[in-house]
């Protein structure tokens, strides 16, 4: 079974740019997770989608980013514009979670981003 | 939110000893897991266990939920076992969202 892929794995901007990045969850998992992980700190969930309903963006910076999950499948993560402190690793998970039940969430390798 | 603390911050063990990892947590949970962040950055499921006991070979793991801990045990050390390990919970007033720990940095020498 393929894992959860990311592209691009690096990427370096400018402030003010913008920067685009891709998730390929598990096949068949319904809820897909974006995490930023600042070094030297534990990930931090920025949005939850379950198919591609949005169930969690408390967290997310909706001024600069945004996310989505066309046809429950694939999702896209955008910041614009970029400052200094999103430099980050910014990592996909998936699960199959129906409502109600716990799951294993899994990682993809993450994209890591250089906000200069 | 909920408070994930883990210790030691840092551990350095020569290669064949032995460790034990503690999360500790704020409030009830109802998921646990521990992961390996590996040094090119990779999460690694290594348990799910919102409580009792698992082993999955020199790896083991026991979370007391009543008492809000868990501890991670890895037996025989290898330097593949370097690495990042974190703990994250999960309430069920926030069902999916991941709470982690600042994780600790486990170096093995050889």
């Known amino acids: 079974e393929a894992g959860v892929a990311q592209s691009p794995r690096y990427k370096i901007i400018e402030k003010r740019q913008s920067v685009a990045f891709w998730c390929n969850p598990i096949s068949g998992h319904a809820t897909l997770y974006w995490y930023q992980q600042i070094l030297g700190q534990g990930p931090k969930l920025l949005i939850q989608f379950q198919n591609n309903g949005v169930v969690d963006d408390s967290q997310l910076p909706k001024d600069r980013f945004s996310a989505e999950r066309l046809k429950g499948v694939d999702s896209t993560l955008k910041i614009q514009p970029a400052k200094l402190e999103d430099s980050a690793v910014y990592l996909c998970?998936?699960?199959?979670?129906?409502?109600?039940?716990?799951?294993?969430?899994?990682f993809g390798p993450g994209t890591r981003l250089l906000v200069l | 939110g909920i408070q994930v603390e883990q210790s030691p911050p840092d551990l350095i063990l020569q290669e064949g000893a032995n460790s034990t990892l503690r999360c500790n947590f704020s409030d009830s949970v109802n998921n646990l897991q521990w992961f390996h962040q590996n040094p090119w950055g990779q999460l690694i499921n290594l348990f799910y266990i919102p409580s009792g006991t698992k082993q999955n070979g020199r790896l083991s793991a026991t979370t007391v939920a009543t008492e809000r801990y868990s501890l991670l045990y890895i037996s025989s050390s290898q330097t593949t076992d370097s690495g990042v390990y974190f703990c994250?919970?999960?309430?069920?007033?926030?069902?999916?969202?991941?709470?982690f720990g600042r994780g600790t940095q486990l170096t093995v020498w050889p």
């Open positions: 998970a998936s699960s199959r979670r129906d409502r109600g039940r716990q799951e294993t969430q899994y």
């Open positions: 994250a919970v999960e309430r069920g007033s926030t069902l999916g969202r991941l709470y």
